[in-house]
């Protein structure tokens, strides 16, 4: 399913989601200007959970932490990319709404923190390095399902070789979304339907978690208010 659009406005223009779009794509761009280089990038870069724990381990506090925020800006491809910032162009507006932009920022990259926390849990001996703003992304996902469960998503959805556009509530779009994401990693840890050099599952659905309960806590009083009633 592809989200299209939401029915939520937002009051102000969301500087800090196209800022982390901006940055994302300029980074991309770096990618394709390496070459051959690139794969050396990748390994330097991206986020490997056996190279976290062993430079933990080592006392290499530094060469663990860094690619743990690169990461997050790295994309394996054109679709990677595009698919990541669609989605944080059509939900990180709102979210960004009710934090403010400092505080969404601060947000995005706790978000993307968090996401690793189940990925190196459930994968701590793999040596293939993840990279990508999903797990962020999915914490920003995690915060809209908080926010605004009864918001309408125009949806793009396949239906055998056919795609149909309908218009879903956002905990619908958004809870099978997750439910997806559970159930892949889920299949993953016994080798079913990915798992080495596969989709981060985990990352997403730490990602998210984390994003559905960090707003609790980091959101405005009044909104904090209205949350605790859910």
Sequence with gaps: MIPLRDNIPSSRRPYASYALIGVNVLFFFFEL???????????????????????????????????????????????????????????????EDVMGRGQFLFFYLACGLAALVPHVLFAPNSATPLVGASGAIAGVMGAYFSLYPGARVLTLVPIFIVFTVIELPAYVFLGFWFVLQFFQGAFSIF??????????????????VAGAGLIRLIAPERVRKILSTF
């Design 33 to 95: 200007s390496l070459g051959p280089h690139l794969p050396r990038a990748i390994h330097l870069f991206g986020f490997t959970p056996s190279h976290f724990l062993n430079d933990l381990y080592q006392g290499s506090v530094a060469l663990a932490v860094i690619p743990i925020f690169t990461s997050m800006f790295l994309h394996a491809g054109w679709l990677h990319l595009i698919g990541n910032m669609w989605t944080l162009f059509i939900f990180g507006d709102n979210v």
């Design 191 to 208: 080798g079913v339907g990915g798992g080495e050099g596969g989709v981060a599952w985990w990352a997403h659905v730490g990602g998210f």
